[in-house]
């Protein structure tokens, strides 16, 4: 059974960081992405960057686009996502998601597997 482990959230001030970890267990091979997702209250969920597991190759939201990294330990089955220059609509609870098979990759419906979130608060 594969699961999806989430951690690293917390409350910042704008303008600070915070690196989130995901692990993903009960893998027989490495997934073929891992990304993270976003979920503001009243909002829906939305893609925030991903990576391709073998490639390594890396797709980022135009609104995260140079500040947010992610990055990926393949031994671990972990990927990590530091974000910098933190804003107040960064505010959300943060989703792992890993996906078997190849599609968009910030598109939720490519990602069967979903961690529980982790709460990223930015304040002003």
């Known amino acids: 059974q594969v699961e999806m482990a989430e951690s690293g959230g917390g409350s910042v001030e704008a303008g600070g960081s915070l690196r989130l970890s995901c692990e993903a267990s009960g893998y027989t091979e490495s997934p073929a992405y891992m990304g993270w997702f976003r979920q503001a209250p009243g909002e829906e969920r939305e893609g925030v960057a991903s990576m391709v597991f073998r490639s390594g190759k890396t797709s980022y939201s135009d609104s995260v686009k140079g500040r947010f990294t992610i990055s990926q330990d393949n031994v671990k089955n972990t990927v990590y996502l530091q974000m910098n220059n933190l804003k107040t609509g960064d505010t959300g609870m943060y989703y792992c998601?890993?996906?078997?098979?190849?599609?968009?990759?910030?598109?939720?419906?490519?990602?069967?597997?979903w961690g529980q979130g982790t709460q990223v608060t930015v304040s002003s």
């Open positions: 998601g890993g996906a078997d098979a190849p599609g968009g990759p910030l598109l939720g419906e490519t990602f069967g597997y």
